[in-house]
């Protein structure tokens, strides 16, 4: 049975059918209360007879116990007499309660603010409207007054109030006014501290064709601020009421981003076609830096910039200008953590670009365009197999250090770490290069690029299986990525996350449920490379980790994974002479993140099939990770230890090892 935790109201509890399941008293409730709470981790039995008791009994440790028992029948039904205790866990002197983020309406409504956050405004109002749903009143509401309970009902209330106002944002720039006065109305009302729900109000009424309205806002906001909590208002509602008064063009809706690249694109139409004068080059230099403002929105932003971005190359090769083609190519220097680009066919005409650049630069050229050539280079070949990428890397690394230009080096930095998947077991050096970019880029402040440093360590140490260690960088990217407007970031996060979840999970159910939650942040993110056949690749190394048959449907969307996954698929249906004939005919995996968890994908289905001739080849290219967690350099998924493979690949093969 699965259970479900509702803590955003009374605390209950609900079985597969949905019913609810009881839970005694309030002592007991308290208890499971608790645990939830600490997410997780052990509570002490001493902390939770203080946190319970203003005077414990004398026998407090055995009541507890019993409280804990009780629960355990009720959550746990199906338990044998002595088995091991699964949900509610006892480990040394204390309690936890191991429920999956998925199964707790708390942290699955913090999910869908995060991924609320990246996704497009139209989708990012639905997924809010449908997590409000879940809220039954005020969190932990029936221990209004216990100290442990008071600090995550204030998150969790702060929370929702952020999420209100986010709904709002998205209902402005959806161009949905209408619904967006009257909700804010009431927020403002019910929550008048609130600064941006004020704003957010003007703003809609501003966008009403209210202006007088608006301003009226603003003034009760300034009244209420002042009466009740003796403040002036801050500096992004004073900013609002003056672009009111001015009719700032800005406060209009807003066009979505299909029309501002739309706009990029007929600038650079408009520069392909004039005359060859210090204008169009302008306009061009101009047009890559929106395309690369755009890329770093996600979602339909970074699509856009993608589609606009050879226009402007080929507009600035048709002017037959070396430098100012160098210029166009280097200039979009946008971080890029994913080893499998979202387009092939463009990835390689823009490197073919480069090239040509290159090629026609003179080869004393001053300045750092060869440098940002040789980085595009770098970073446009990923996962290409010849030598020309890493050579281009090492080259644009070396130029740039003797430049010390902080940016330039992190730059070529990046197109280095896309050149660390040549072949498995390099997490220690992306890991390295993850700590110099931060190193980098806080002396410097380069946010974008310490963004990605974070993250370039949160993959490598996931991969070294220090799960630890690599959240501490999720934790810090989250932050930085909220400090400077990132929402790609949270994609990310939230996948590292159900990776940890996922590395623990004892059973397919919990974590294939915090992966499906996790997936739902892909959702409108523009990253069809990271996207498309990523949550059933996840899900197919749950199941081989914990040794359960691949699926066998046909249907799965494997997308790129498809001919590695396919002999273990092809096994499930019991078609082995098939499977046999594809396991014998596939080519290595690509040269990307998850190259190792394909080996061990491969492994699985030569263990199965006793083929020993793909059995050698996949011992031979897994054998430099054996120190590593297979896939988890992805922050993403795993499939266990490398070494695990390797010795059932070795003893297998009648090795001694």
């Not at 090239?355 to 940002?372: C, K």
Request: proline share 6%.
């Amino acid at each position: 049975m699965r259970v479900r935790f509702g803590v955003l109201g009374p605390v209950t509890a609900w079985n597969d059918a949905g019913a609810t399941i009881p839970l005694k008293g309030p002592r007991h409730r308290a208890v499971l209360a608790r645990l939830i709470v600490a997410r997780g981790r052990i509570v002490p039995l001493a902390t939770l007879i203080d946190d319970l008791w203003s005077d414990p009994p004398a026998d407090a440790p055995g009541v507890i116990q019993t409280f804990v028992s009780a629960l355990r029948r009720v959550l746990e039904p199906d338990r044998l007499p002595r088995a091991p205790a699964r949900l509610l866990v006892t480990e040394g002197s204390g309690y936890a309660v191991r429920a999956t983020p998925d199964s707790v309406d708390a942290r699955r409504f913090e999910d869908a603010v995060a991924a609320a956050r990246v996704l497009p405004p139209s989708r990012a109002v639905q997924v809010l409207d449908d997590a409000f749903t879940w809220w039954r009143g005020p969190a932990y509401t029936d221990f209004p007054d216990d100290l442990w309970a008071r600090a995550e009902r204030s998150r969790l209330a702060e929370l929702r109030l952020g999420a209100v106002e986010l709904r709002a944002r998205a209902l402005l720039d959806v161009g949905n006014v209408d619904a967006a006065v009257p909700d804010l109305d009431a927020h403002t009302a019910e929550h008048p501290w609130r600064e941006e729900g004020w704003r957010l109000l003007a703003i809609a009424l501003y966008r009403a064709g209210r202006q007088k309205d608006a301003l009226e806002v603003v003034r009760r906001a300034r009244s209420r601020l002042g009466e009740d909590l003796g403040i002036a208002p801050g500096p992004r509602l004073r900013q609002t009421e003056t672009d009111i008064l001015r009719q700032a063009a800005h406060l209009d809706a807003p066009p979505v981003v299909g029309t501002a690249a739309g706009q990029v694109w007929s600038e650079t139409i408009a520069a392909y076609s004039r005359p060859v004068t210090v204008d169009s080059r302008a306009r061009l230099r101009s047009t890559v830096d929106l395309l690369r403002s755009l890329a770093v929105t996600g979602g339909s932003g970074l699509v856009a910039a993608r589609h606009q971005r050879m226009a402007s190359i080929l507009a600035a090769e048709e002017l037959g200008d070396p430098d100012l083609t160098a210029r166009v190519i280097g200039a979009y220097d946008v971080p890029a953590i994913w080893s499998r680009s979202d387009d092939p066919e463009q990835a390689a005409a823009v490197v073919a670009a480069a090239e040509r650049a290159l090629a026609a630069l003179p080869a004393d050229a001053p300045g750092p365009e060869r440098t940002r050539l040789l980085a595009t280079i770098a970073l446009e070949s990923r996962g290409v197999t010849d030598l020309r990428g890493r050579l281009a890397a090492e080259q644009a690394v070396t130029r740039a250090r003797r430049a010390g230009d902080p940016a330039l080096l992190a730059f070529a930095l990046n197109g280095l770490f896309m050149q660390t998947f040549h072949r498995t077991g390099l997490a220690t050096q992306r890991d390295a290069i993850g700590a110099e970019l931060i190193e980098l880029s806080t002396m410097h402040g380069l946010e974008t690029y310490e963004l990605l440093g974070r993250l370039i360590r949160m993959q490598a140490l996931s991969g070294l299986g220090d799960l630890a260690g690599a959240d501490v960088h999720a934790l810090a990217a989250d932050r930085l990525a909220e400090r400077y407007g990132s929402p790609l970031i949270a994609v990310f996060t939230t996948w590292h996350r159900a990776l940890q979840v996922a590395a623990d999970a004892d059973d397919f159910a919990s974590a294939a449920a915090t992966y499906r939650s996790a997936a739902r942040a892909l959702d409108g993110a523009g990253m069809p490379g990271l996207e498309r056949g990523l949550l059933p690749l996840a899900l197919l190394a749950v199941r081989v980790r914990l040794r359960l048959p691949a699926p066998a449907d046909d249907d799965i969307d494997w997308g790129p994974y498809t001919p590695w996954v396919r002999p273990l698929t092809l096994i499930a249906q019991g078609h082995l002479d098939d499977a046999t004939t594809a396991l014998r005919t596939l080519p290595d995996p690509p040269r990307d993140h998850l190259q190792e968890a394909l080996w061990c994908v491969i492994a699985r289905a030569a263990l199965a099939l006793d083929d020993r001739g793909t059995m050698h080849r996949a011992l031979d290219a897994l054998a430099p990770a054996a120190a590593e967690l297979a896939g988890a350099g992805s922050g993403l998924l795993t499939l266990g230890p490398v070494a695990a493979f390797l010795d059932e690949l070795t003893q297998a093969m009648g090795r001694a090892s």
